[in-house]
């Protein structure tokens, strides 16, 4: 008895998915729950567990295949159901299982065939019988074994040049010549590219710039960073008090927090901040939910934790949906200043930079400050050049005067 692995449900909107990599081969021992392969969509990798414990008897698609919604990607059987399998058959060449089981049907056998299949460690369910009333016989398992033999050994052939040829593509090049490589773009990339264009395209989009004096935020969190992680078991950082003042930015200005949707402006009377986060795959964005309903503990946490699954590519979904405004923060990375681009159909998006040292005056005194320059790009269609500048202004205060986050002034 074997069981199915199929494509679970995919995300609403996700027609289809790309198969990223298999954890198991043909032949390997597999446990319920345990992550058999990754398939990767447009936003998210969803992970494909074992229905059941067993062993891998066949795999039908290979990395790069793309597959929909219920599409049986392999069968888990009984260990000892399995060898045969796993002896004649790789993960590489699931047509030849797929041709096997096709052909298979219950017949009836005599000595000499089950004495062939059991020297071999075969089942008869996968043999066509070519015999009266299609009885097996010993000379179509004979003929069974050195087809299967014959297969395994050509799938094998383009598997060794492939993998010669990779060992070529990424040696080092030779001084002179003009290395070029080419391969294909993630699903996340691709749709990251989409969606750049679409706001570039759909979005009269305007940046405004401003600079932050950091030190009153620098000396809190040195105060109480301690303290902090102590109680909270998290490090106290910088995103958890720029969320809290751009919150209460946008509550100033709702307009910022606002999106457009046809001829219809839609106030939004709640605040999710999408916080950029940075993978190998790409950039992807999950959101803080109610994030004015969250202390900065929990601001922190919660970033903290989507980093950790985003670089893992365990982000839900719907973790990714939505949002009414970003916070992306290129300072990590060295970014002096930089122009960030909305993610539609928001309205804004605040750029946060390197924190450096600068001269600035204060009081007609020349003295040396953490600065750092924000960037807020905005549809100049919905937030008017008065509004996105006095947005940022107020961030600027509540940044360098913490103090106002607590007083509401």
């Known amino acids: 008895m074997s069981i199915e692995v199929k494509v679970p449900a995919l995300p609403e909107s996700v027609a289809d998915a790309t198969i990223a990599a298999w954890h198991k081969k043909v032949g390997d021992k597999v446990t319920r729950d345990e992550n058999i392969l990754d398939l990767e969509t447009d936003k998210v990798v969803l ?12 795999i039908f698609f290979k990395v790069g295949d793309i597959v929909t919604a219920t599409q049986i990607l392999a069968r888990i059987g009984e260990e000892d159901q399995s060898k045969a399998k796993a002896a004649i058959a790789e993960s590489s060449s699931p047509a030849i ?28 369910e996968h043999i066509a019988g070519t015999g009266k009333e299609g009885r ?50 993630t699903r996340l990339r691709a749709k990251i590219a989409e969606r750049l264009v679409q706001s570039q395209h759909t979005a009269a989009m305007l940046t405004t710039f ?25 490090r106290l950082g910088f995103m958890s008090f720029f969320t809290k003042a751009v919150v209460e930015a946008l509550k100033r200005f709702p307009m910022v927090n606002a999106s457009i949707d046809g001829q219809d402006i839609v106030y939004h009377g709640y605040f999710d901040i999408g916080i950029a986060v940075s993978t190998e795959r790409g950039l992807v964005v999950p959101v803080l939910r109610d994030a004015n309903q969250l202390g900065m503990a929990d601001i922190e946490k919660t970033i903290h934790d989507f980093a950790g699954r985003a670089r893992d590519g365990k982000l839900a979904m719907e973790e990714m949906q939505g949002g009414t405004f970003t916070i992306t923060n290129g300072g990590v990375f060295g970014s002096l200043l930089a122009t960030p681009i909305i993610n539609p159909p928001q309205a804004g998006i605040l750029g946060m930079h390197k924190i450096e040292e600068r001269p600035v005056v204060e009081k007609g005194q020349i003295v040396i400050r953490p600065m750092m320059y924000l960037a807020l790009s905005y549809d100049h269609r919905l937030i008017d050049g008065r509004e996105s500048v006095q947005f940022l202004v107020t961030v600027k205060e509540l940044l360098e005067d913490p103090a106002r986050l607590i007083l509401d002034v």
């Open 47 to 58: 992970e494909v567990p074992a229905p059941a414990d067993g062993v891998l008897q066949e």
């Open 97 to 124: 299982s797929k041709a096997a089981l096709a052909s298979s049907s219950a017949v009836a056998t005599g000595p000499a065939v089950r004495r062939v299949l059991s020297e071999n460690e075969l089942s008869k």
């Open 136 to 185: 097996l016989t010993k000379e179509d398992v004979i003929a069974f074994i050195e087809s299967t033999r014959e297969k395994t050994a050509k799938a094998s052939s383009p598997a060794k040049i492939a993998s010669d040829k990779a060992t070529v593509e990424t040696a080092p090049a030779v001084a002179g010549e003009r290395e070029e490589r080419r391969v294909p773009m």
């Open 210 to 234: 401003n600079e932050v004096n950091l030190k009153a935020v620098m000396e809190l969190r040195a105060q109480y960073k301690d303290s902090f992680e102590k109680k909270h078991g998290v």
